[in-house]
């Protein structure tokens, strides 16, 4: 997992899973959030969250 930060400076956790070696898809979480309980957008800023939108 890797700690990312939203456009907005929020942290999200990223985590990358592979069933697949071509098949990738990405969760999303935030911090003080329940653990596993995955988001779509910032809780902060509403900004929806994708790998190619986090810095
Ligand atoms: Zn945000």
Redesign the pocket.
Known sequence: MQER??????P?IVQYHSKRSEDWFTRFWVMGSTFGKTVK???????P?SIDSLK
């Open positions: 930060y939203c456009k907005c400076g929020n999200v957008a910032c809780p902060h800023c509403g900004n969250l």
